[in-house]
Nanobody, 117 residues
Framework: VQWVESGGGLVQSGGSLRLSCVAS??????LGWFRQAPGKEREFVAA????????RYADSVNGRFTISKDDAKNTVYLQMNTLAPEDTAVYYC?????????????WGQGTQVSVSS
């Protein structure tokens, strides 16, 4: 499966962005968003089960970010509200092993999110 992420940009603290990720083919695994800030390891952000739609979030984004999907478009979204400078990172999507929130497969190019204070 290949991914095309989009929707990133520069936003002021407190602002919102909506990221999109289109998969090259349908999948029945979990799908999720990860992010990597400069000088840091890539970390889990949010995941959604393709069957059933159960969602999981990292503590740092819970209550601010919402993950959703559109089955017909093979697309997963990440609505990000109340953004803070610490959310600045390159955001990636991937298949997710829901039991561990660990990524599966290759990464796409990601989309840059920059939050100014």
């Amino acid at each position: 499966v290949q991914w095309v992420e989009s929707g990133g940009g520069l936003v002021q603290s407190g602002g919102s962005l909506r990221l999109s990720c289109v998969a090259s083919e349908s999948t029945v695994s979990g799908l999720g968003w990860f992010r990597q800030a400069p000088g840091k390891e890539r970390e889990f952000v949010a995941a959604i089960a393709w069957v059933g739609g159960t969602t999981r979030y990292a503590d740092s984004v819970n209550g601010r970010f919402t993950i959703s999907k559109d089955d017909a478009k093979n697309t997963v979204y990440l609505q990000m509200n109340t953004l803070a400078p610490e959310d600045t990172a390159v955001y990636y999507c991937n298949r997710v092993r829901l039991a561990t929130m660990s990524p599966l497969g290759a990464w796409g190019q990601g989309t840059q999110v920059s939050v100014s204070s």
